[in-house]
């Protein structure tokens, strides 16, 4: 057992606090690492909140991991001490199921461990994520890092990162495409960076004008304010994808009304309510499709880690420190970051 140090939520409604615990030894295909920078993820608020009522405390938040390998077992092949490794939104899943077997492991049909709160899916000890100093993982479930600077700001791509490219992996997006990214947030803006880096023409979709200049940096070609009918009307029946990154309720048929003929909107947003249904006919009349998806398997993981650093590609970024967790939360809430919160590690032990 190693002596481990973090901040942990210890019921719903108090913050985040300082909180001592042990990470188990590491056994034959384990590696140890110690944290260098962990992002903020909006599922980080959802759980420490128990917003989704399945909370189980304490909880230590975290899936958006980066750090420098400590300890390795006798049994580990891919990674030695001194290495930058990363761990994503899961620890381990049954590796049994057909999902499993395909390398889908996020959707295990018997229930992935997440990397914090992992019971509330796949049973067993409560798992307590990257808001601390060290984690413990498994082999098979950690991610080699080639990017070589700016580690802090590709802490993110191992959950917003996954979470984009895995739909504009599935459904085929590359050159001459027109792609819809709906939202920019932490899931958008890397969803625009990703799209245009396969060679797709983006347009970038938002309720707010202001974000306009910073979505054409990011990569986008043009930005539509959705809220403006006649910019949305210039759009109808010609897209071949959108990606739905918002996670608040809202009408889809303004944006089905955009796809091409047997093209797909896919949702990775999770609102709290329901979206408005949908209207039928603008489904079966172009044969559209509304699918969802759910970050990524680890194989897929990695491919985005090589493909964004052949890209050049990470996330845009404010760090923060450990003690400032609790207003980060509250600023979150107000959209008031961009795009990314990152903790400094660096900064626990002052906390």
């Not at 057992?1 to 042990?22: C, H, N, R, V």
């Not at 979709?205 to 043009?222: C, M, N, Q, V, Y």
């Not at 739905?244 to 303004?254: I, K, R």
Request: with cysteine; aromatic share 8%; net charge negative.
């Amino acid at each position: 057992m190693s002596k481990a140090i973090g901040y942990a939520a210890l019921d719903p409604s108090t913050p985040l606090a300082p909180y001592s615990f042990s990470r188990r030894a590491v056994g034959a295909n384990d590696v140890q690492i110690d944290i260098l920078y962990c992002g903020v993820c909006h599922s980080d608020l959802h759980t420490a909140r128990n917003e989704w009522n399945n909370t189980l405390y304490p909880s230590v938040p975290g899936h958006e991991i980066v750090g420098r390998v400590t300890a390795v077992g006798s049994a580990v092949s891919r990674f030695k001490v001194g290495d930058i490794a990363g761990v994503g939104c899961l620890v381990d899943s049954c590796r049994n199921c057909p999902s499993c077997g395909e390398g889908l492991e996020q959707y295990c049909e018997n229930g992935f461990v997440g990397t914090y709160n992992g019971p509330a899916f796949g049973g067993g000890e409560n798992t307590l994520g990257g808001y601390s100093d060290i984690i413990v993982v498994d082999e098979k479930f950690v991610l080699r890092v080639s990017h070589t600077d700016n580690l802090a700001a590709v802490a993110p791509l191992l959950c917003a990162g996954i979470t984009t490219y895995s739909p504009l992996r599935q459904w085929k997006v590359g050159p001459g495409q027109k792609v819809g990214v709906v939202g920019l947030g932490g899931l958008g803006h890397m969803a625009v960076k990703i799209a245009n880096a396969m060679g797709a023409k983006v347009v970038l979709f938002t309720t707010s004008p202001d974000k306009k200049e910073d979505a054409l940096r990011l990569g986008a070609s043009e930005v539509v304010v959705s809220k403006n009918q006649d910019e949305m009307a210039a759009h109808a029946n010609s897209f071949d994808f959108i990606l739905n990154t918002v996670a608040a309720p809202h009408n889809l048929d303004a944006f089905l009304n955009l796809l091409k003929r047997d093209a797909t909107m896919t949702l990775v947003g999770a609102p709290a309510s329901p979206h408005p249904s949908p209207n039928v006919f603008g489904l079966i009349f172009k044969r559209r499709r509304i699918a969802g998806s759910l970050i990524g398997g680890i194989a897929e993981t990695q491919e985005m880690l090589d493909f964004c650093a052949e890209h050049g590609i990470v996330a845009d970024i404010e760090m923060i420190r450990m003690q400032d967790i609790n207003d980060a939360y509250e600023r979150m809430l107000r959209s008031d970051v961009k795009y990314r919160f990152v903790i400094d590690m660096a900064t626990l032990k002052a906390a």
